[in-house]
Structure formats: C-alpha cells, structure tokens
T-cell receptor, first 112, second 113 residues
C-alpha cells in the first residue's frame, strides 16, 4: 500500500510558465516532507523540504506548499527552465532514523 | 569532498552469484541507507545504519546483508542473486536522522540474468 502517491507520471510545461507537481500521502505520522530531483543515470539530489508545522517554504524559484488536513503537498517552480526537465520525487519522513518513503516520481518536461 | 561514492556503476550477475556493492561517504555522517529503485517505481529502503556497528532492516531486506565497520563505509552484500534483484541501487547518508535531507550516491545498475 503506497503511503506517498504521485499520481501524475509525467507533466509537460512550457518554458517560462509555472510547473506544479503534486503529492498525496496517507500516513498521519509523517512530519517532514522533501522533494528530490533526479537526472538520468544520476542519484537523486535534494531540492527543498518542509516541516509539518509550516504550510509553505520558499527557496528561489521553488516553493513547496503543505496542506495537512488534505494530506497533500505541491511543488511550484516559477519560472520553469529547460534545466528543470527531470524526474521529481516526493518523499516523507516520520522523524525517525529509518529512512524516507518515496513516491513513484513525476517526469517533468520543459518545452521551449 | 566527493560526497557519497558507489562502485561499481554497472554489473551483470548470473543467477546464484554473489557480489558486494560498495558505498563510501566522506562527510562524517552517522546515518547511512541503501535503497533500490525498480523501473517506474520510487525508491525503497533495503537497510539502514545509525552508526558504526549498528544496522537495521528497511522495507525490502530479503536477499541482502549489510555491515558497518566504519563511519565511512556501508557495503551491501547480495547472496545468491535472483532476477528479482535486477534494479538500480542507491546509497545515501545524512548528518542526522529524520528531518534532514539525505545525500545520494550516483547508483549501481545491477542486472541478474
């Protein structure tokens, strides 16, 4: 049973527009959420995170929003750039030492 | 500062063979992790370690073993390889547990035929 769900396998966005990637979770014990970006043949790289005590975190072009009541988070990228084309993974932690729970990923394609 | 390094990058194994995937980090992180990623899927935790000499099972530990004799190294051992272990394996480390980002290595692509 998937605890972290990314229901869009792929998303195509025009360069310069906003990209919105969505993630839903079912485990109420998750208290920290992260987004990772992954290029082919490379390991995931950390992008941005948010604690469950916040509803928004911003870092440059990247903003993550958390709606705890809906168990939903989203990543906004504004403006989208060609280098943003990658697979984006949503991940969650219960705060313990036992690793992260990942979604299946969304392949973001930025079109010129 | 190399971060997390993994060797080999690629490997083909025959069914029943064994191998060790190497992982080393130079960030003095106590916490280290092994994940596998199957095509079209997210990463799943195989084993993790909270420090030298301490390891524990993750979500999918069957068919694997780990050891942690030093802070830097966290090798993953596959005994009696099976086709179901065909996957990309990622090692990761973090400074603290829980609410801190993990740093990933570049991965090892393993095929078992």
């Amino acid at each position: 049973d998937q605890q972290v769900k990314q229901n869009s396998p792929s998303l195509s966005v025009q360069e310069g527009r906003i990209s919105i990637l969505n993630c839903d979770y079912t485990n109420s014990m998750f208290d920290y959420f992260l987004w990772y970006k992954k290029y082919p043949a490379e390991g995931p790289t950390f992008l941005i995170s948010i604690s469950s005590i916040k509803d928004k975190n911003e870092d440059g072009r990247f903003t993550v929003f958390l709606n705890k009541s809906a168990k939903h988070l989203s990543l906004h990228i504004v403006p989208s750039q060609p280098g943003d084309s990658a697979v984006y993974f949503c991940a969650a932690s219960e705060g313990g030492a036992d690793g992260l729970t990942f979604g299946k990923g969304t392949h973001l394609i930025i079109q010129p | 500062n190399a971060g997390v390094t993994q060797t080999p990058k690629f490997r083909i194994l025959k069914i029943g063979q064994s191998m060790t995937l190497q992982c080393t980090q130079d960030m003095n992180h106590n916490y280290m992790y092994w994940y596998r990623q199957d095509p079209g899927m997210g990463l799943k935790l195989i084993y993790y370690s909270v420090g030298a000499g301490i390891t524990d099972k993750g979500e999918v530990p069957n068919g694997y073993n780990v050891s942690r004799s030093t802070t830097e190294d966290f090798p993953l051992r596959l005994e009696l390889a099976a086709p179901s272990q065909t996957s990309v394996y990622f090692c990761a480390s973090s400074y603290l547990a829980g609410n801190y980002e993990q740093y990933f290595g570049p991965g090892t692509r393993l095929t078992v035929t």
